[in-house]
């Protein structure tokens, strides 16, 4: 074998294997993860000042990571739900009442459901909601709906390309 063979050889091989790497890490890759870009409606409450979103679905966690450019606390804001099914505190506000969810993954859907107690555990009538993430059979597409909490609004995400997620810093 020539030099010039052994070098094209050597360089097919290497492409082929980069080629195998990409292919598998899309096929093995969760559908809801990923970095989305909104492209219509008013978007998730906190995403002030931004469009874009990282969503990751690992075992039995739900997790949004996107970066506020408005407001008093701008910076990297995660927000995560356990999908257990189970009631757990969300945020506990200056009156000392919680904010309380329960969240599970029904199929390619995400449902997210809150509602919010008293100092004491009491619920309260006012402030109660369901949010779904729902994913498009293709995976190109997240829509996030929510009903209650005074508004009823539904957000579309889409992918965003592959490469662009590769090389560039995504929240």
């Known amino acids: 074998m020539t030099n010039t063979i052994r070098r094209r050889f050597i360089f097919s091989l290497l492409v082929l294997i980069i080629l195998l790497g990409?292919?598998?890490y899309l096929h093995m890759r969760l559908p809801f993860n990923g970095t989305w870009w909104?492209?219509?409606g008013a978007g998730y409450p906190e995403m002030t000042g931004t469009n874009e979103m990282t969503v990751r679905l690992v075992r039995d966690q739900?997790?949004?990571?996107f970066f506020k450019t408005e407001g008093m606390a701008e910076?990297?804001?995660?927000?995560t739900y356990l999908l257990d099914d189970?009631?757990?505190?969300?945020?506990?506000?200056v009156d000392g009442s919680k904010e309380m969810y329960r969240a599970k993954l029904?199929?390619?859907?995400?449902?997210?459901?809150?509602?919010?107690?008293?100092?004491?555990?009491?619920?309260?009538?006012?402030?109660?909601?369901k949010e779904?993430?729902?994913?498009?059979?293709s995976g190109h597409k997240l829509t996030w709906e929510v009903e209650g909490?005074?508004?009823?609004?539904?957000?579309?995400?889409?992918r965003v390309p592959f490469l662009r997620s590769v090389l560039l810093k995504t929240p």
């Open 38 to 40: 909104r492209v219509q």
């Open 106 to 129: 029904e199929g390619s859907t995400v449902v997210i459901t809150d509602h919010f107690e008293d100092s004491n555990g009491t619920p309260l009538d006012w402030g109660a909601g």
């Open 75 to 79: 910076g990297l804001e995660r927000i």
């Open 132 to 137: 779904t993430w729902s994913l498009s059979e």
């Open 62 to 65: 739900f997790a949004l990571r």
């Open 22 to 24: 990409v292919a598998a």
């Open 86 to 93: 189970r009631e757990h505190p969300f945020r506990v506000l």
């Open 149 to 158: 909490k005074g508004m009823s609004n539904e957000t579309v995400f889409r």
